[in-house]
């Protein structure tokens, strides 16, 4: 099958991982990605065809629009899917006009709440769930109660379908020399005890309860360090870096940003924690049980 793949960008979040494995996995059919925005972290890193229509985060333009209806309507694709509410809305639409008669939308959060998510994603998932119930064929849920939640939100409760995340146990295994290795590079001793969160800056994320989380061991005495890894996750974070001054971790903190190596990270750690307020099935914590390294999550979303 020719399958086109339309996303809203390929910054390293889970949605983006997970459909940059299945297009490297998937050898038998056609995969071609269309990226509403930039090439992101993965562009380069696809071994597939790859679009992107430029448009800025939040805004549609009508060049980028104008793109990717004549996109979909010169190459007739047998399958589009669209990933995360705003994909799947303009994706949706488009391919629906363009002729593409099997159109699958993606469904990756369990929650939606004013205040952690934007405004525009809950008005654009109320519009998805008005038109549920005939422009998908199907609705792909990543995990059970995040179909649960958007059958309470009025999708159509028929179209949702859960296909759980995949891994690739051969990338992600234990691996103690390339975990120690890690730890070289970052001058951290044998000894320290090394508590990592890996996930974007993002008020779901709830990076401020990780911080929290690691002052309290410092100040009982826990020879602690701390790693954060994710788009945004860097000096330059002005509100994470005023968390970090308040709680006096300066020392106790390394900001990795956007890192390409995360199973090595994973094997560094001695603790992952997954502090998010609400997650529908948080790749991270089964692509550090994989690695062996133990986890500590909030108790949200869907386990591993």
Known sequence: MRVAHIISGLTGGGAETTLYRLCQADSDDQHTVISMMDDGVYGE????????????PGRLSLSGLNHLWRLLRRERYDVVQTWMYHADLVGGLLARLAGVKSVFWGIRHSTLEAGKNSRSSILVAKLCARLSSWLPT?????????????????????????????????????????GNAL???LAIGDD?????????????KDH????????????????????????????????LMTWVHELGLEKRLYLLGQRNDIPEILNA??????SSSGEGFPNVVAEAMACGTPCVATDVGTPA
């Open 183 to 185: 730890r070289k590079s």
């Open 138 to 178: 199907a609705i792909i849920c990543c995990a059970e109660n995040a179909a649960e939640a958007h059958s309470q939100m009025g999708y159509s409760a028929a179209k949702l379908q859960v296909i759980p995340n995949g891994y690739d146990l051969e990338v992600l295994s234990p691996d103690p020399v390339r």
């Open 269 to 274: 750690l001695d603790l992952h924690v997954l």
């Open 208 to 239: 401020r309860n990780f911080l929290a989380g690691l002052a309290s061991l410092c100040d009982s005495g826990w020879d602690v360090q701390g790693v954060l890894v994710g788009s945004g996750l860097d000096h330059n974070n002005m509100t």
């Open 45 to 56: 890193r696809l071994r597939t065809g790859m679009f992107c229509l430029n448009m800025h």
């Open 192 to 204: 320290a005890i090394l508590i990592g969160l890996i996930g974007r800056f993002d008020p779901l």
